[in-house]
């Protein structure tokens, strides 16, 4: 047991640091406390000091990268600038992000039926903080400023996040190269469309 709060701290932030790389290769099912303790090299009973349950750890880890998350696409709501420059920002940070965070992103709809009751309403209402109810922000801001048509502006931040898990998919991110061409897709095809007698043309 580990009575030094320093290195227990130090501990837990590893053993989360493992599961995610656990948790984004297999299924939630697959992974076991067992592989988690393996690979943080501690024992099993050093993994339950620290988390009381797989599902325990899960929901800690997951909880911790959406409040990272939502401080770091804060920013972009926050900052100055046109809907299509914040949103621009707020899509570079998350284009920039190793993939791993950014996988970690998609675990919550991947596994959210494993859960049920106050944590399935925990991992569901963060997800949103971090993600979906900023970009709505920020379109709601562009609607109100007459630079987006009027529109459902929750619908159209989900449709933004789609398009978004598009272009960080394998073969887009072949078939497009860099984060700055993967960038200027998202935004061309949002804001312009693909109709010819759109000023942009999507890439």
């Not at 570079?92 to 596994?111: A, C, G, I």
């Amino acid at each position: 047991m580990l009575d030094n709060p320093t290195r227990s701290e130090a501990t837990a932030a590893r053993i989360i640091a493992v599961a995610k790389g656990l948790f984004v290769a297999g299924n939630y099912s697959d992974v076991t406390t067992d592989m988690i303790a393996r690979a943080a090299k501690i024992t099993k009973g050093g993994l339950y000091h620290h988390f009381a349950s797989k599902e325990d750890l899960y929901v800690a880890m997951m909880l911790g990268d959406f409040d990272d998350k939502r401080r770091l696409f804060g920013q972009s709501v926050a900052s100055p600038g046109t809907c299509r420059d914040r949103l621009a920002r707020l899509t570079s940070d998350y284009l920039e992000l190793p993939s791993q965070d950014r996988d970690l992103t998609h675990l919550v709809r991947r596994d959210i039926n494993t859960f049920s009751g106050r944590e399935r309403t925990r991992l569901i209402n963060a997800y949103q903080r971090a993600l979906p109810r900023q970009i709505e922000t920020i379109i709601s801001d562009g609607i109100r400023d007459g630079e987006l048509a009027a529109g459902n502006a929750r619908i159209l931040a989900w449709s933004f996040v789609a398009l978004v898990e598009v272009v960080i998919g394998k073969y887009a991110e072949k078939e497009l190269g860099s984060t700055g061409a993967q960038l200027d897709h998202v935004l061309n095809l949002f804001f312009d469309g693909i109709s010819t007698e759109t000023a942009g043309r999507a890439t």
